[in-house]
């Protein structure tokens, strides 16, 4: 080739670097385009959600590209192509150290050098390495030579903690081993791929309980006399549980649960267990506390709007994209959060049967297509144990049309006027996991 077509080529090739790197940053930003809600409205009245399709051969364990017989809610099927969106909860963890809130919990003072308070344990870093080779054998065939190509197939973003940041580099590299042809180093089977945050302060997405708009609503919900009528029901347990711990003043939900969360880690990491921390971790009363604490948290429409709206309201724009525009290339989304993310959108959806998210657990949605339409699946990773169960959508059939879900999922996405909610507090302190 002549130097001077060889120099654009290369000048070619840098321009397209140069509009990756632009839509790579401004997906970090997760606006919420105008376009999209414009053009929604369009398609929610001709017809009446980190995407293809992805299906389920019958005759193989594992979801991969194919051609199927959708369920008896659908046609038949044509070749199917996909993508799919993960919000997954980071893995294990070393405690948070709260002496003030805590002191008669010994570990309270450990330094747990070399990870410190709340850091991934080598068990974590191992466990949701595996979750990216459970993604990598779910779609193989459909992933195929695209680990090389992340830059356009793949978008990973966490949210400001170090846990989540770590735990998203860890399952990229189960997901995303390198090819021959990518493979710099001959011990190491690993390949750097960009991943995203955006800081804590400005980041409503995965910490919208943050936003002063929400503590605002939640104040409001925490004086009702219906839920003064719920949290008085524990006010003689709470009294004993301050004694037990050892906390000077009264506790709250918080304080229950960063202590489930504490005692739970201990336990597993076999720590020692004085014998109170043993009994406080076996009443079931804890437990109804905790699960209280997520009840009000989501206890008004705003409220659960502002907990999951931002990011079921991007999950809904990215397949809306996918649904409509030919030339979207992204097979993968991933978002590394926090057990209060799951959470959160299991309410949204109408499915949340009250357990607490484990580490490395995940909520996928898949987006099917075959030649009436496009439909959605939603699948949950337990993590612990390492198992994969389907959720039926309520209200809608399985697999569940994506003009269907928009409009079941349409009141629980935040709106408009409150997509600029700012955060509260810069300081990032463990409340939820």
Not at 45 to 56: N, S
Request: proline content about 5%; some cysteine.
């Amino acid at each position: 080739m002549p130097r001077r077509e060889q120099e654009r080529e290369r000048e070619r090739e840098r321009e397209r670097e140069r509009e990756r790197e632009s839509a790579a940053s401004s997906s970090a930003n997760l606006t919420l385009a105008p376009s999209y809600r414009a053009a929604r409205v369009g398609i929610e009245a001709e017809f009446g959600l980190l995407l293809r399709a992805v299906a389920t051969c019958p005759q193989r364990p594992l979801a991969q590209l194919c051609d199927v017989d959708l369920p008896e809610s659908g046609a038949p099927g044509r070749r199917v192509r996909s993508a799919e969106i993960e919000v997954f909860r980071h893995a294990d963890r070393t405690p948070e150290t709260f002496p003030k809130r805590f002191p008669n919990d010994p570990h309270m003072y450990e330094s747990f050098h070399p990870i410190g308070p709340g850091g991934l344990t080598n068990e974590g870093k191992r466990r949701v390495y595996h979750l990216g080779e459970v993604l990598r054998n779910r779609y193989r065939d459909f992933l195929g030579s695209s680990r090389d190509d992340h830059r356009e197939s793949l978008f990973a973003i966490s949210s400001d903690v170090a846990r989540t940041k770590m735990s998203l580099q860890l399952i990229l590299v189960g997901l995303y081993p390198p090819s021959a042809d990518s493979k710099w180093h001959e011990q190491l089977e690993w390949q750097p791929i960009p991943t995203y945050y955006n800081e804590f302060s400005k980041d409503t997405f995965f910490n919208s309980d943050r936003c002063q708009m929400f503590i605002d609503e939640l104040t409001r919900v925490r004086s009702l006399p219906d839920v003064q009528k719920k949290l008085g029901k524990f006010d003689t347990y709470l009294e004993e549980l301050r004694k037990t711990v050892g906390k000077k003043s009264k506790l709250n939900l918080n304080d229950i649960l960063l202590l489930h969360n504490n005692l739970d880690i201990e336990k597993r990491m076999n720590l020692t267990m004085l014998p109170w921390m043993n009994d406080v971790l076996a009443d079931e009363r804890l437990i109804e506390m905790r699960r209280l604490y997520y009840e009000i948290n989501s206890y008004t429409d705003l409220l659960k709007r502002l907990l999951s709206g931002f990011m079921l309201r991007k999950i809904n724009e990215d397949m809306f994209e996918a649904s409509t525009n030919a030339n979207f290339t992204r097979k993968v989304t991933l978002y590394g959060g926090h057990d209060k993310n799951i959470i959160a959108l299991l309410q949204s959806l109408k499915i949340y049967d009250g357990h607490f998210p484990d580490f490395t657990s995940a909520l996928i949605f898949e987006l099917w297509f075959h030649d009436k339409g496009y439909y959605v699946k939603i699948f949950y990773y337990l993590g612990i144990p390492e198992e994969m169960k389907e959720f039926t959508i309520p209200g809608c059939a399985n697999p569940c049309s994506l003009d269907e879900y928009l409009k079941l999922t349409k009141a629980a996405e935040v709106r408009d006027n409150e997509l600029n909610c700012k955060i509260y507090s810069t300081t990032y302190f463990s409340e939820t996991d």
